[in-house]
């Protein structure tokens, strides 16, 4: 028994139209930009954080080595804080995401009746 | 019959166990590549932790931490913030508009038979050189751990080779995705009580631990007696490039998980982009604390066995190990054992389905039959066949490297190739609406090239070893280095960009490929006819 033939990947979508459609509309943009909103400052703040540590460790060693808690130094604390950092992004992130969810299935929903209107 | 070998046993016939069970629910391709894309959040972030907390981790950051300090938890510190990329960029977009492989996401717009031959390649490459180091450093272990019982490096080798096309060719990614399960809390399990023991050791006084951290004695090799406080940066990245090498294997960590294939491939066994953030927040969980637990093995390893004792028995990748055998005695040293080899043989499998599904899916189907199969579950044949060619050719090469071969330079590649080849085509097809194929191919070969180059003409390959240096153990070019740095990353990874962009500015622009970049996007974004799930 033969599979049905797959669409090549790069054929036009029958209904490409509607696509270009939807990217078109308010709840699509609104997805978008509430999206970066979030992603584009929280990617830029962990990358900073992140790059931070390796800089101070390697570029202002005495500071790193200042000890704050007996022998414990400000270089293990600073190392340590990113993984609190990178877990309360984390939790940032899903917490923001609810809303995309929402957004995301008002634009499923406008597709359904840009379909509804006979395309 | 020692502990060691009868724990290795009995983990091999639960997991034969798993694969002959999976090997009659392989049913069709979604099942044999994406687990029937059933997995839940749970489930695949376990998962996602058991692929990548390799041996690798486990015993040679636990190592490096015992014998350079601080500068070893310099890694776990990358490990576990490489997975905001992975949640915030990459994850939900590559689920809702891939298929079976990273390659997916690329062929999406663009001409699918160059992007996805480049693209195949460089996920085979980074497969392959990150399992070769895995297997040369699973025989070494394995011959050590069950040192008396007669096996050699080439049987602990082949035995772990065969292993791991069992699981992958019969079993495909639902005998796969329950390995890594296992192993990963197994794993977990092992790192906690182990952690628990060293506290315990110190009276559960973190002040007295951390005092003895800051003052850990050893004989430097000239046999001088030393103190250092293994707080301190420093031991292992020295002046003049340190700081910089530093800063290079923080990029490529960073940018470099995201583009792992078989963390990747991992996204599409979850049934929408939901679960796959869910899973993304369940892995983070897991290997943050994994990491953080490294220092307590690493320096836990440092203080109670000490460098001295490890150096003479089996090197710093026995550190974790050995502090097990120090705390609880040979029956805890089978189990820690017995599970640094669960870690090794998950992992492996992970990579062969990575790269055999890249074969089959991209190179395969996509490109010598155009996207049709020509008969009922040839992909997937393929795939089989691929998978048994990946796994002969990896044991023939650790065979053929040896024991004591110098290795560890394979991972800082097949990172350095996942964040600078793949990394930034994946980011430009997603967000760059003029990005086309020439761009995506020049992005990839520039990446590649740029990382393996750089490797090569760094210290990993190229250094001028002392005169007592064994023969096997000695770097394979004798000469001084040419690029400083071990890790290639601080250059190779702007120079995929730049290759990505210039060859996307010097081409024609593909009016058919921006024209699909709205449907790319609201794909990526709704899910709106994404790969659904398989109902039973």
């Known amino acids: ?119 | 019959m020692n502990t060691t070998l009868i724990l290795f046993l009995a983990f091999i016939a639960v997991t034969l166990g798993i694969t002959a069970w999976a090997s009659r629910l392989s049913g069709s391709s979604a099942s044999y590549f994406a687990a029937n894309r059933r997995v839940s959040a749970w489930q695949n972030g376990v998962a996602v932790a058991g692929d990548y907390m390799s041996a690798a981790s486990f015993l040679g950051i636990a190592g490096l931490i015992a014998f350079f300090g601080y500068d070893g938890f310099m890694y776990s510190v990358g490990f576990l913030v490489a997975y905001l990329t992975v949640l915030l960029v990459v994850a939900e977009p590559l689920r809702n508009t891939g298929k079976y492989t990273m390659a997916d996401v690329l062929a999406y717009r663009l001409h699918p038979r160059p992007v996805r031959a480049m693209a195949s390649l460089s996920t085979i490459t980074v497969s392959t050189f990150y399992m070769i180091a895995q297997m040369v450093g699973a025989g070494a272990l394995v011959a050590l751990l069950l040192k008396g019982s007669g096996i050699s490096f080439r049987l602990a080798v082949t035995g772990v080779g065969i292993l791991m096309i069992v699981y992958v060719v019969f079993g495909g990614m639902i005998a796969t995705t329950w390995v890594q399960i296992i192993k990963a809390i197994l794993l977990i399990s092992g790192t906690i009580l182990l952690s628990f023991m060293v506290l315990a050791h110190f009276g559960f006084s973190l002040g007295a631990f951390f005092t003895a951290v800051s003052q850990v004695h050893y004989h430097a090799p000239d046999g001088t007696e030393v103190v250092k406080d293994f707080l301190t940066p420093g031991l292992r990245y020295k002046p003049p490039y340190g700081a910089l090498d530093l800063l290079s294997l923080g990029i490529a960590l960073i940018f470099g998980t995201a583009g792992l294939p078989h963390i990747l491939v991992r996204f599409y066994t979850v049934p929408d982009a939901k679960t796959a953030r869910f899973s993304v927040v369940w892995a983070m969980w897991l290997i943050g604390i994994f990491y953080i637990l490294t220092t307590f093995l690493g320096w836990g390893a440092a203080t109670i066995v000490g460098r001295d004792f490890i150096a003479k028995n089996g090197g710093n990748n026995m550190s974790a190990p050995l502090l097990a055998q120090a705390l609880g005695g040979s029956i805890f040293f089978a189990f820690i054992s017995a599970i640094a080899f669960a870690t090794i043989l998950a992992v492996v499998a992970g990579l062969t389905i990575s790269a055999s599904t890249s074969f089959a899916h991209d190179v395969w189907s996509n490109i010598i039959r155009h996207g049709q199969e020509h008969n009922p579950g040839e992909e997937r044949r393929v795939a089989r066949i691929a998978a048994f060619v990946v796994g002969a050719i990896s044991i023939a090469i650790a065979i053929v490297l040896g024991p004591t071969a110098n290795v560890a330079f394979l991972v800082a590649l097949a990172f350095a190739v996942a964040a600078s080849a793949n990394l930034p085509v994946i980011l430009f097809s997603i967000f760059w609406k003029r990005f086309n194929t020439a761009g995506a191919v020049a992005g990839l070969a520039t990446g590649l090239l740029a990382s393996i180059v750089l490797i090569f003409l760094g210290p990993s390959i190229m250094t001028v070893d002392a005169p007592t240096v064994a023969p096997a153990a000695r770097h394979i070019i004798q000469h001084a280095p040419i690029f400083p740095l071990e890790n290639p990353g601080i250059l190779s990874i702007p120079l995929g960009f730049i290759g990505a962009i210039l060859g996307t500015l010097c081409s024609q622009r593909d009016p058919a490929g921006e024209e699909k970049f709205a449907e790319l996007q609201v794909r990526a974004n709704t899910g709106l006819g994404a790969e659904k799930a398989v109902a039973h």
Request: charge should be positive; avoid cysteine.
């Open chain 1, 1 to 119: 028994m033969p599979t049905p033939p797959k669409p090549e990947p790069r054929t036009p979508s029958a209904n490409a139209s509607v696509w270009n459609r939807v990217a078109q509309t308010d709840d699509f943009k609104k997805l978008l930009a509430a999206k970066k909103a979030f992603v584009v400052p929280a990617t830029i703040f962990f990358i900073l954080y992140y790059f931070a540590l390796p800089v101070s460790v390697g570029y202002f060693p005495a500071l790193m080595q200042r000890k704050v808690w007996g022998p414990v130094n400000i270089a293990y604390l600073f190392a340590l804080s990113q993984f609190l950092v990178a877990w309360l992004i984390a939790y940032l992130y899903v917490r923001a995401a609810r809303e995309f969810d929402i957004r995301a299935a008002a634009v499923i929903k406008d597709l359904g009746n840009l379909e509804a209107k006979g395309n």
